[in-house]
């Protein structure tokens, strides 16, 4: 078994950035990954609201999107540079997280929490590669 690093910073680029129509210089969005405290929240946040009307994607969303790190190539309507700041709480602005597609956010938000801890297949891959 592979422990996960709670250091790393991880890197993704939307799907639509990918394969062969991709930009030249695609965004680059950085996250960190889930302490296992935040992963609990939310879950919490999951189990609470199975069983009734919906489960509150915003709220979940918003949360995973507080890991952001950084990005690059992240560009406005005029193709600037939009550039990243934290605010006095350590995260990531909530003005620069409206700027963000609503599209890309629940993608971004999704792969966040797929990497909340490794795969089987990363498991093995970095186990063969220790050998």
Do not use: C
């Not at 950035?17 to 939310?42: F, K």
């Not at 990363?122 to 063969?128: P, Q, R, T, V």
């Amino acid at each position: 078994m592979i422990a996960v690093s709670r250091q790393e910073t991880y890197e993704y680029v939307l799907l639509e950035e990918q394969g062969a129509a991709a930009p030249a210089n695609p965004t680059i969005w950085r996250y960190a990954p889930l302490t296992m405290v935040e992963a609990s929240e939310i879950r919490d946040l999951l189990g609470l609201h199975a069983r009734s009307e919906g489960i509150p994607l915003g709220s979940m969303e918003r949360k995973l999107l507080r890991k952001l790190t950084g990005w690059s190539n992240f560009r406005d309507e005029q193709a600037n540079e939009v550039a990243w700041e934290k605010g006095q709480d350590g995260f990531v602005l909530e003005s620069l997280l409206v700027r963000i597609p609503a599209d890309a956010r629940a993608e971004l938000a999704s792969e966040i929490w797929k990497t909340r801890g490794i795969t089987k297949e990363e498991e093995k891959n970095l186990l063969s590669q220790s050998r």
